[in-house]
């Protein structure tokens, strides 16, 4: 943990990590967005929004018009939302769930200080009134990593005497915020921006470790944030002024910098560590201009990952050309006639040829004409028809922030500037 940069001038002076408040911006979207719409099947990773300028009513009557950072996307996945952090399909889920939902789940993960004013649409955004501390994205975030139980933070497992006796032992609240396969879809969600082509936190991939992480981003640039996680460390880290001014810094997100060193050396004699889906979580080969099941004809597929039951019907854009299955049918019925054609002909022939054969006979012995004329063959054609006919769940034991029960659940790296 890191209050702040400078050399430390009095004893228990201003935590940044811990005490100050600060808006979150995009950071805030997995825990008021995802978290409460995918866990009451408002929404799945493929659900499709139109990423265009949009203006909104508040709950207040007023009119919120937030843009987007980089460019609309037109119609697209949440998935591809995620990944290069558009706004309006965000703001677009919170005005289905309601902010009163997102506030109930903030709280449920140790959001503590929000008020009657975060009632509104930009709380989708991070634009809480009073805002919230490292310490609590790192408790936030967390609860994702730790399959949806929500662990109070401590900064000590227990207190011994000199005798090896235990005089203080921490007792860590815990509490079921949401299901392990809404937390898993949330977790594949975030390596979204790590390893997505147009991802907003690319650079804080780390080699051979499933990595989650969200940027965040205020107005005026005041803020700039990168909250993440692994199977092993969730990490939440802000940089700014404690007086608002506006950040110019060349490259990357300083805070995702920071996030991305200090993770990379934790890591750096780790075992490599994936995320574990349960097997209550479904997967579907989607079409990605639809987010429907994909079709044979559609362009564009990928793996989406669901909860049972909310797999979406098959994609109605890319069906399967009407013209070629007639055009099929045609041929096969032409090809049947002129196979019925043919047999006439073979029949005639036949009966040509017995004629001829009683003819002779009758000239000859007249009693076997009667038995030879009967014979007849008959032909039969046989028609075989051909019909074409998760892994168990394992809940990951994440070191410090992430897990035991009774040790340290959070280990933050929160850096500041002045």
Not at 49 to 65: K, L, R, V
Not at 298 to 308: A, K, Q, S, V
Not at 372 to 380: A, D, I, R
Request: charged share 25%; glycine share 6%.
């Amino acid at each position: 943990m890191c209050g702040g940069l400078g050399k430390k001038t009095k004893a228990r002076e201003f935590n940044r990590a811990t005490m100050s408040l600060r808006q979150t911006g995009s950071a805030s979207k997995p825990l008021a967005v995802l978290a409460p719409a995918i866990s009451k099947r408002k929404i799945t990773a493929s659900s499709i929004y139109d990423d265009s300028a949009t203006t909104f009513t508040n709950i207040d009557g007023t009119e919120y018009a937030p843009g987007d950072y980089d460019s609309y996307q037109g119609k697209i996945t949440v998935r591809r939302a995620v990944e290069s952090s558009q706004n309006i399909p965000f703001v677009k889920i919170m005005e289905e769930i309601k902010p009163k939902t997102s506030i109930k789940y903030l709280k449920k993960m140790g959001i503590k200080n929000l008020t009657q004013k975060d009632n509104n649409l930009a709380l989708s955004l991070g634009g809480e009134e009073k805002g919230v501390s490292p310490l609590e994205m790192a408790a936030g975030y967390s609860t994702i990593a730790n399959n949806g139980v929500y662990i109070e933070p401590t900064f000590y497992t227990r207190v011994t005497n000199s005798s090896g006796e235990d005089i203080l032992k921490t007792k860590q609240k815990q509490r079921k915020v949401f299901s392990k396969e809404v937390a898993y879809i949330i977790k594949d969600l975030l390596k979204q921006p790590v390893e997505g082509s147009n991802g907003t936190a690319n650079y804080c991939a780390i080699s051979g470790m499933d990595v989650a992480a969200k940027t965040g981003t205020t107005n005026e640039n005041y803020d700039r944030w990168l909250c993440g996680f692994t199977n092993y460390y969730t990490a939440a880290t802000w940089y700014g002024f404690d007086m608002n001014e506006t950040i110019n810094f060349n490259g990357n997100n300083p805070a995702g910098v920071l996030w991305s060193e200090t993770m990379k050396k934790i890591h750096s004699k780790l075992k490599k560590a994936k995320f574990e889906i349960p097997s209550g979580v479904k997967t579907a080969t989607i079409c990605k201009d639809t987010g429907c099941v994909a079709t044979e004809e559609c362009p564009n597929t990928y793996t989406e990952y669901y909860l049972f039951g909310t797999v979406p019907g098959k994609c109605k854009e890319h069906k399967e050309s009407i013209k070629t299955t007639t055009k099929t049918n045609t041929i096969t019925n032409e090809t049947k006639q002129n196979e019925t054609k043919t047999e006439e002909t073979l029949e005639k022939n036949e009966i040509k040829e017995n004629n001829v054969v009683n003819k002779t006979t009758q000239n000859t012995e007249k009693q076997n004409s009667n038995s030879n004329s009967n014979k007849k063959n008959n032909n039969t054609n046989n028609t075989t028809n051909t019909n074409k006919n998760t892994t168990t769940d394992k809940t990951t034991n994440n070191a410090s922030t992430q897990n035991k029960t009774n040790d340290v659940d959070s280990e933050i790296s929160n850096n500041t500037d002045n």
